[in-house]
């Protein structure tokens, strides 16, 4: 790091107000590239406050220097960015705009497709258009919430047809299109394709950026509870642990704690206090986190660890029609519900419970014998075979 990024990003303003009068009027870009380049190392009330010295030194006269700082691109300074332009915007600006819309790099493209979020310039919809489908996320989130903005429904209507393909990236590429589109009444839909999807970890972590967790729970509590399930299984290997503040889950797992416990909410704490067991017992899942994070892990795991006797409770999910059939089973020591599943119609729900069986050390050549009678799928026969 660089004398003039410490300073910048330092707690003496005798150091940080000249680089930052400097960084702005100068401009300085090689600081900014800088700076952004760190964005992963610095922590963000650091990147606040950077933001913050920045926007203090902008002003009508020098605010057209923060368009050479488009090619480096940072959620962290986007807003601050976006909104100085739109807040200065002319015609002359909006042309500019337009044209590193067109021609610009990525970076500097995702910079505009935010602006046009604010300035809705019609000119710009082909190119958003053609930038919405990038592989670059950044780019692509911001060209889709920008044409929602302007109330195209094109991308809505191409990503509800991509969760009726039967390629599963191409459903999880059109879950996370709708969720940057925002429209919450792609929701049913969505959480329809989870339901029967092998990415459904996946999935359901893009859910929570579309509508709430809470509020998801209060107006349909099985699919809440079951996308929040879903998450859990993916954390720490699909989701990040930073994310256990955007997914609220310490006051959710509050919320069930301290509300009357039913199978499925006894179904996920346990679930989850397995999963926190493990994060915070493995190093190299919480190695590298910031203080904050690490914290955070810890105290759910402190809040998970205040409850016990879950198990009786769970044996309700034990059903060939719960959507927490597989978790329950994970947690189970009855054996004899297990048994009763080997009649399903759900050849994977019969597979689980034989390795359920296996696990409990209580599975016999008759229960393999009845889970064969009930089971076509040659690949689970062979599993089934070779347990």
């Given amino acids: 790091m660089s004398d003039k990024l410490k300073m910048l990003t330092g707690k003496n303003p005798k150091d940080f107000e000249p680089i930052a009068y400097n960084l702005v009027n100068i401009p300085d870009v090689d600081l900014f590239s800088e700076l952004v380049n760190k964005d992963d190392f610095l922590f963000d009330f650091v990147k606040q406050n950077v933001a913050s010295r920045i926007e203090k030194n902008i002003n009508k ?22 909104s100085t332009l739109a807040k200065y915007a002319d015609e002359d ?20 497709a935010q602006y046009f979020s604010r300035i809705q310039d019609p000119l710009a919809l082909d190119s958003l258009r053609e930038n919405a489908y990038s592989q670059n996320s950044y780019l692509s989130t911001n060209c889709i919430s920008t044409l929602a903005a302007f109330g195209d429904r094109e991308i809505y209507n191409n990503s509800i047809e991509k969760l009726q393909s039967e390629d599963e990236f191409e459903q999880l590429e059109g879950v996370k299109y709708l969720v940057s589109y925002g429209d919450k009444n792609a929701l049913p839909q969505i959480i329809n394709t989870i339901k029967t999807s092998s990415m459904a970890e996946n999935m359901a ?78 190093d190299e899942y919480m190695y590298d986190e910031p ?27 034990l059903d060939e029609n719960s959507l927490f059939v597989y978790t329950a089973l994970d947690y189970t020591n009855n054996t004899s519900i297990v048994r009763e599943l080997l009649n399903s119609q759900n050849q994977t729900i019969v597979l689980k419970a034989i390795e359920t069986l296996k696990k409990l050390n209580n ?25």
């Fill in 205 to 282: 972590a893009e859910v929570p950026y579309l509508c709430n967790l809470f509020e998801l729970i209060q107006t349909n509590k099985d699919d809440g509870l079951y996308v929040l399930n879903l998450i859990i299984n993916g954390f720490g290997e699909i989701s990040s642990l930073s994310q256990v503040f955007d997914f609220q889950m310490y006051e959710i797992f509050e919320h069930l704690i301290n509300t009357t416990l039913t199978p499925q909410s006894a179904t996920i704490l346990i679930n989850a206090k397995d999963k926190f067991n493990t994060l915070t017992e493995n």
């Fill in 61 to 82: 006269t020098n605010y057209l220097n923060l368009i050479k700082f488009l090619k480096y691109y940072s959620p962290s300074y986007e807003d601050l960015i976006v």
């Fill in 93 to 112: 600006l909006t042309d500019t705009m337009l044209d590193i819309l067109e021609n610009g790099t990525e970076d500097e493209k995702t910079y505009c």
């Fill in 363 to 387: 599975l016999t050549q008759e229960d393999k014998n009845n889970a064969l009678k009930n089971t076509t799928n040659e690949n689970i026969k062979n599993i089934i075979n070779a347990i």
């Fill in 291 to 317: 203080k904050d994070v690490k914290q955070e892990i810890l105290d759910i795991k402190k809040l998970l660890t205040s409850i016990d006797k879950l198990e009786p409770l769970i044996e309700k999910e």
